[in-house]
């Protein structure tokens, strides 16, 4: 062939032989993110405990959004039978996380009334924090506390530095309970109202503490308040310790009345878990309804999940619920005020308890047990 030929087919073949690999190329990378996504939504519904699957339950809102970005990437791909295929997944995994988070969207029904009554008496408010333990801005945090005056103040992550910086509290408020470690598990309770028990109490490991107390509100009407920080998951290690210490929680508190759960969860409110838990203990979220108030993490704009909660019994009201100003960590604080109203019982109801949901609870406390026995 003459060089002169050459040169006419390679000017006729190239475009179109490099227009053909990028969007093999292109294809080709799209089919693997889908097969990625796919997997981030079937995944999480297999009933294990295993870091890497329960991990999934987090990013749900984030991952919603990937599979619409993606699903509009599919498009120009339409004509394939595979894309078809892939389109059909990534619309049932869309469907998957609809139906977890969808309890928490604002559009939802609420699970918790807003409160009528006027009447401050039966009123309790609460900020619950987690400071993040190498935050060293304690005094973002005693403004914060200042300025928004709880009734009860509920705190995560504090060491000895912490307690010593927060020393002002102990003049603000009547009543406070710590105990600071260095492990991320400190936990501290400061209050203005009449406690009548308080104790801090290791539900599955005294490394990991919690604080069992009860207290009065103005008007006289006694409240149980558990404050609880249990294990995240992370690599290397599963949410077998948290999914036990939740279901624990639960069953304590499931005949009490006037009872209420918070703190920093590690674990979002739509996690087959939470929901265990609230099967369990019979308490309510007031989220619900309302919607996400993502509290982690205050340092990313994209990667943010609710893992700071607050449950209560069905004789409460919600007066305020709302996501409180950056204080240096890595949690925004949360506010949650509450009215004690019986008759909310008529109207409000938790989820129920059945025969498989309590041999789930078992199986997690039971599994949490060995686990901690074999460390």
Request: charged share 25%; glycine share 4%.
């Given at each position: 062939?003459?060089?002169?030929?050459?040169?006419?087919?390679?000017?006729?073949?190239?475009?179109?032989?490099?227009?053909?690999?990028?969007?093999?190329?292109?294809?080709?990378?799209?089919?693997?993110?889908?097969?990625?996504?796919?997997?981030?939504?079937?995944?999480?519904?297999?009933p294990?405990?295993?870091?890497?699957?329960?991990?999934?339950?987090?990013?749900?809102?984030q991952?919603?959004?990937?599979?619409?970005?993606?699903?509009?990437?599919?498009?120009?791909?339409r004509?394939?039978?595979?894309?078809?295929?892939?389109?059909?997944?990534?619309?049932?995994?869309?469907?998957?996380?609809?139906?977890?988070?969808?309890?928490?969207?604002?559009?939802?029904?609420?699970?918790?009334?807003?409160?009528?009554?006027?009447?401050?008496?039966?009123?309790?408010?609460?900020?619950?924090?987690?400071?993040?333990?190498?935050?060293?801005?304690?005094?973002?945090l005693?403004?914060?506390?200042?300025?928004?005056?709880?009734?009860?103040?509920?705190?995560?992550?504090?060491?000895?530095?912490?307690?010593?910086?927060?020393?002002?509290?102990?003049e603000?408020?009547?009543?406070?309970?710590?105990?600071?470690?260095?492990?991320?598990?400190?936990?501290?309770?400061?209050?203005?109202?009449?406690?009548?028990?308080?104790?801090?109490?290791g539900?599955?490991?005294?490394?990991?503490?919690?604080?069992?107390?009860?207290?009065?509100?103005?008007?006289?009407?006694?409240?149980?308040?558990?404050a609880?920080?249990?294990?995240?998951?992370?690599?290397?290690?599963?949410?077998?310790?948290?999914d036990?210490?939740?279901?624990?929680?639960?069953?304590?508190?499931?005949?009490?009345?006037?009872?209420?759960?918070?703190?920093?969860?590690?674990?979002?409110g739509?996690?087959?878990?939470?929901?265990?838990?609230?099967?369990?203990?019979?308490?309510?979220?007031?989220?619900?309804?309302?919607?996400?108030?993502?509290?982690?993490?205050?340092?990313?704009?994209?990667?943010?999940?609710?893992?700071?909660?607050?449950f209560?019994?069905?004789?409460?009201?919600?007066?305020?619920?709302?996501?409180?100003?950056?204080?240096?960590?890595?949690?925004?604080?949360?506010?949650?005020?509450?009215?004690?109203?019986?008759?909310?019982?008529?109207?409000?109801?938790?989820?129920?308890?059945?025969?498989?949901?309590?041999?789930?609870?078992?199986?997690?406390?039971?599994?949490?047990?060995?686990?901690?026995?074999?460390?």
């Amino acid at each position: 062939m003459k060089s002169g030929e050459e040169s006419t087919l390679k000017s006729v073949l190239k475009p179109s032989t490099k227009k053909s690999i990028y969007v093999s190329g292109a294809w080709w990378m799209l089919l693997l993110v889908c097969l990625v996504l796919a997997f981030t939504a079937f995944a999480p519904l297999l009933p294990v405990d295993w870091w890497w699957v329960r991990i999934g339950d987090f990013p749900r809102v984030q991952l919603l959004v990937s599979y619409m970005i993606v699903l509009l990437g599919m498009i120009p791909f339409r004509r394939r039978v595979t894309a078809k295929v892939m389109a059909s997944v990534l619309l049932i995994s869309i469907g998957i996380q609809l139906f977890w988070i969808f309890p928490y969207l604002p559009i939802a029904p609420y699970e918790v009334e807003w409160s009528q009554s006027q009447d401050k008496q039966w009123r309790l408010r609460i900020l619950t924090a987690n400071v993040l333990q190498e935050n060293n801005n304690a005094s973002a945090l005693l403004n914060l506390i200042k300025q928004e005056d709880p009734d009860v103040v509920v705190l995560c992550e504090v060491n000895d530095r912490w307690i010593a910086d927060l020393a002002p509290l102990e003049e603000w408020f009547a009543f406070h309970l710590t105990y600071p470690l260095d492990n991320t598990y400190g936990i501290a309770l400061y209050t203005k109202l009449e406690v009548h028990t308080a104790e801090v109490r290791g539900v599955i490991k005294k490394e990991i503490p919690s604080i069992d107390a009860r207290l009065s509100i103005p008007s006289g009407q006694e409240v149980r308040l558990f404050a609880i920080h249990p294990n995240p998951p992370r690599p290397g290690e599963d949410t077998t310790k948290r999914d036990g210490e939740l279901v624990l929680v639960g069953r304590e508190v499931q005949n009490d009345q006037s009872t209420i759960v918070l703190g920093d969860l590690n674990d979002v409110g739509w996690s087959r878990t939470t929901n265990l838990f609230q099967e369990v203990s019979g308490l309510l979220d007031p989220r619900k309804g309302r919607g996400l108030f993502p509290t982690y993490n205050a340092k990313s704009l994209i990667w943010r999940y609710p893992l700071d909660y607050l449950f209560h019994s069905e004789d409460f009201r919600v007066v305020k619920l709302r996501t409180l100003p950056n204080i240096g960590s890595d949690h925004f604080p949360l506010l949650v005020e509450l009215s004690y109203e019986p008759s909310a019982v008529a109207t409000q109801e938790a989820p129920d308890l059945d025969a498989g949901d309590r041999e789930d609870a078992d199986d997690a406390v039971e599994a949490a047990k060995k686990t901690n026995k074999a460390q």
